[in-house]
């Protein structure tokens, strides 16, 4: 199970899987075994917070073209 985790504003929360920071504006983290009970500790004294993923942003899809342009030029002629 996982949980998205923002640090609390103002404050640097180390990761301990890969060392690094928790990202400012959040992400998921592991919730059970021992990573989860880490994460659990930090929110438990309000280093982090448990908050609520962004929403994807919808990406139009482009078709490709199915004719090329001179065959357009073609048929725009006629």
């Known amino acids: 199970m996982q949980k998205f985790l923002k640090p609390r504003e103002g404050l640097i ?3 301990p ?4 920071l928790l990202q400012e504006q959040g992400e998921l983290v592991d919730w059970n075994g021992a990573t ?3 994460w659990r500790r930090r929110v438990k004294c309000g280093d982090a917070v448990v908050a609520k993923p962004p929403e994807e942003e919808v990406v139009p899809v482009v078709k490709p073209q199915t004719t090329s342009p001179k065959q357009k030029k073609k048929e725009t002629n006629k």
């Open 13 to 15: 929360v180390r990761h």
């Open 17 to 20: 899987k890969v060392y690094g």
């Open 36 to 38: 989860g009970r880490y």
